[in-house]
C-alpha cells in the first residue's frame, strides 16, 4: 500500500464545524406532490435527493455525481436507505394518523437526521428529531442513544423501545456513516466548497480515504473570511453592518458597546446565499439616539461559530457608504452648470417658438397680399 502524506502548510489555526443534514418528509393528502421526499446538505449546500416516485439517489451537484461513480458503495448505501426510509416513515405516519384518528385531511411527519465534525479536533456529534403535523413529537440523545418522546408521542414509546434495529441503525449512522460520508463530500467538493481560495490556513483535519491504496493526510482550510462593510441610505436612516462573501453559513455578527453585545436598537437580517456560493448577511444598528461623540464606543463584530478570531469594524462616520451626499459636501461647480444649463434651455425654447409665431405670421400676410 502506498503511503502519501499532502501537506499544504500556511499561518493561521482555526476550527471549523462542518455538517452533513438528511431532510426525510413522508406525507399524506398532498395533491401532486410525492408522498415521500428525502434531500441531504453539506455544510447547506444540496448534494443529494430522493423521493417516492424516482425510488433512487440523484445527486445535485457534478462533484456529488463523480463521487457516486467513483463510490459506487455510496450510491448504494443511499438508494437501500431511501427505500427503507420510504417503508418506515409510511409505518410511522400510520400509526400517529391512526392514534389521532386522522383519516383525511392533510398530514405530515418528518425526520431531520445532522451529524457534525470538527476538523481540527476530528470529534463528531449529532442528533436527531422527528415531528408530526409541525410538533417534534421525539428525538435522541446521541450520547446514551436513548429515545426522548414528548407527551404527544408516549403512545409511540413501546414501539420504538422495542424496535432495536431502528436503534441500532441510528447509533451507527451517528458514529460511523454520516462522519464518513461527511468527510468524503467535503474531500470532493472542496473545489466548489473552498472556491475562492478557501485553503488559507492550516487546519489539522486528517481524512483517511478507506477505499482507495492511498492514504492521504491533508490540512486545509474550509473557511472564507467575510468583506465588511457599514452601509446607511439617509443620515436619519439605520446605519447596516453588511458581511459578504463567507463560507460556511454558520457565523454570528451583532453590535456591541464598549465591548459587550448589546440589543436594543439592532435588527438582525437572515443570512442569504450569492450566486457562488458563499454567504452574506446584515445587521442594523438605530443611531438617531446616540451622541455622534459616542460613535467610536459602538462596533460591528462578525465571527465564525467555534472560532475565537473576529472582524471588527468600528461605528465611523468616515468609513459609512451612504447614498446621500452632505450639503457642505455637494460641489458647487455641478449645482451652477445645472442652473446655467436649464437656463439655455428655457431660452432656446422661448426662441423656437418666437421664430415659429412669426414665420407663421409672415405666410399669412402673404396670402392676403395675393387675393
Given at each position: 500500500m502506498e503511503l502519501m502524506f499532502l501537506l499544504v502548510l500556511f499561518h493561521t489555526t482555526h476550527s471549523v464545524k462542518h455538517s452533513l443534514t438528511y431532510f426525510i418528509t413522508s406525507s399524506s393528502g398532498l395533491q401532486n406532490f410525492p408522498r415521500f421526499v428525502a434531500v441531504s446538505k453539506v455544510d447547506g449546500v444540496y448534494v443529494a435527493y430522493c423521493d417516492s416516485s424516482n425510488h433512487t439517489a440523484e445527486p445535485r451537484q457534478d462533484w456529488t455525481k463523480t463521487l457516486m461513480e467513483e463510490e459506487p458503495e455510496h450510491l448504494e448505501w443511499h438508494i437501500q436507505t431511501c427505500l427503507a426510509a420510504i417503508q418506515d416513515s409510511k409505518t410511522d405516519i400510520d400509526h400517529f394518523k391512526q392514534h389521532f384518528n386522522h383519516t383525511g385531511g392533510v398530514h405530515v411527519f418528518q425526520e431531520?437526521?445532522?451529524?457534525?465534525?470538527?476538523?481540527?479536533?476530528?470529534?463528531?456529534?449529532?442528533?436527531?428529531?422527528?415531528?408530526?403535523?409541525?410538533?417534534?413529537?421525539?428525538?435522541?440523545?446521541?450520547?446514551?442513544?436513548?429515545?426522548?418522546?414528548?407527551?404527544?408521542?408516549?403512545?409511540?414509546?413501546?414501539?420504538?423501545?422495542?424496535?432495536?434495529?431502528?436503534?441500532s441503525f441510528t447509533s451507527n449512522f451517528f458514529t460511523n456513516i454520516c462522519p464518513q460520508w461527511l468527510k468524503q463530500y467535503i474531500v470532493y467538493g472542496r473545489k466548489y466548497l473552498l472556491r475562492k481560495g478557501r485553503i488559507t490556513c492550516l487546519m489539522s483535519c486528517p481524512y483517511i480515504h478507506y477505499y482507495f491504496l492511498t492514504l492521504t493526510l491533508c490540512f486545509f482550510s474550509l473557511s472564507d473570511r467575510p468583506s465588511v462593510s457599514l452601509l446607511q441610505k439617509t443620515p436619519s436612516s439605520a446605519v447596516s453592518c453588511h458581511a459578504t462573501g463567507f463560507y460556511p453559513d454558520r457565523a454570528l455578527m451583532f453590535w456591541s458597546k464598549d465591548g459587550e453585545e448589546i440589543h436594543e436598537g439592532v435588527e438582525?437580517?437572515?443570512?442569504?446565499?450569492?450566486?457562488?456560493?458563499?454567504?452574506?448577511?446584515?445587521?442594523?444598528?438605530?443611531?438617531?439616539?446616540?451622541?455622534?461623540?459616542?460613535?467610536?464606543?459602538?462596533?460591528?463584530?462578525?465571527?465564525?461559530?467555534?472560532?475565537?478570531?473576529?472582524?471588527?469594524?468600528?461605528?465611523?462616520?468616515?468609513?459609512?457608504?451612504?447614498?446621500?451626499?452632505?450639503?457642505?459636501?455637494?460641489p458647487a461647480g455641478v449645482l451652477v452648470g445645472v442652473v446655467?444649463?436649464?437656463?439655455?434651455?428655457?431660452?432656446?425654447?422661448?426662441?423656437?417658438?418666437?421664430?415659429?409665431?412669426?414665420?407663421?405670421?409672415?405666410?399669412?400676410?402673404?396670402t392676403s397680399e395675393s387675393s
Amino acid at each position: 500500500m502506498e503511503l502519501m502524506f499532502l501537506l499544504v502548510l500556511f499561518h493561521t489555526t482555526h476550527s471549523v464545524k462542518h455538517s452533513l443534514t438528511y431532510f426525510i418528509t413522508s406525507s399524506s393528502g398532498l395533491q401532486n406532490f410525492p408522498r415521500f421526499v428525502a434531500v441531504s446538505k453539506v455544510d447547506g449546500v444540496y448534494v443529494a435527493y430522493c423521493d417516492s416516485s424516482n425510488h433512487t439517489a440523484e445527486p445535485r451537484q457534478d462533484w456529488t455525481k463523480t463521487l457516486m461513480e467513483e463510490e459506487p458503495e455510496h450510491l448504494e448505501w443511499h438508494i437501500q436507505t431511501c427505500l427503507a426510509a420510504i417503508q418506515d416513515s409510511k409505518t410511522d405516519i400510520d400509526h400517529f394518523k391512526q392514534h389521532f384518528n386522522h383519516t383525511g385531511g392533510v398530514h405530515v411527519f418528518q425526520e431531520l437526521s445532522s451529524c457534525e465534525w470538527d476538523n481540527e479536533t476530528d470529534e463528531t456529534s449529532g442528533y436527531q428529531r422527528f415531528g408530526y403535523d409541525r410538533e417534534d413529537v421525539v428525538s435522541v440523545d446521541s450520547k446514551t442513544l436513548t429515545w426522548k418522546f414528548t407527551e404527544k408521542a408516549a403512545f409511540f414509546k413501546q414501539t420504538w423501545d422495542e424496535d432495536k434495529s431502528r436503534l441500532s441503525f441510528t447509533s451507527n449512522f451517528f458514529t460511523n456513516i454520516c462522519p464518513q460520508w461527511l468527510k468524503q463530500y467535503i474531500v470532493y467538493g472542496r473545489k466548489y466548497l473552498l472556491r475562492k481560495g478557501r485553503i488559507t490556513c492550516l487546519m489539522s483535519c486528517p481524512y483517511i480515504h478507506y477505499y482507495f491504496l492511498t492514504l492521504t493526510l491533508c490540512f486545509f482550510s474550509l473557511s472564507d473570511r467575510p468583506s465588511v462593510s457599514l452601509l446607511q441610505k439617509t443620515p436619519s436612516s439605520a446605519v447596516s453592518c453588511h458581511a459578504t462573501g463567507f463560507y460556511p453559513d454558520r457565523a454570528l455578527m451583532f453590535w456591541s458597546k464598549d465591548g459587550e453585545e448589546i440589543h436594543e436598537g439592532v435588527e438582525h437580517g437572515e443570512i442569504l446565499p450569492n450566486h457562488d456560493g458563499t454567504f452574506q448577511m446584515t445587521v442594523d444598528l438605530n443611531v438617531s439616539s446616540v451622541p455622534e461623540k459616542d460613535w467610536r464606543r459602538y462596533h460591528c463584530e462578525f465571527q465564525f461559530e467555534g472560532v475565537k478570531d473576529r472582524i471588527i469594524t468600528e461605528l465611523d462616520e468616515a468609513v459609512i457608504r451612504t447614498n446621500s451626499i452632505p450639503p457642505s459636501e455637494f460641489p458647487a461647480g455641478v449645482l451652477v452648470g445645472v442652473v446655467v444649463g436649464l437656463l439655455l434651455l428655457l431660452l432656446c425654447m422661448a426662441a423656437l417658438l418666437l421664430w415659429k409665431k412669426n414665420k407663421n405670421g409672415f405666410r399669412a400676410a402673404s396670402t392676403s397680399e395675393s387675393s
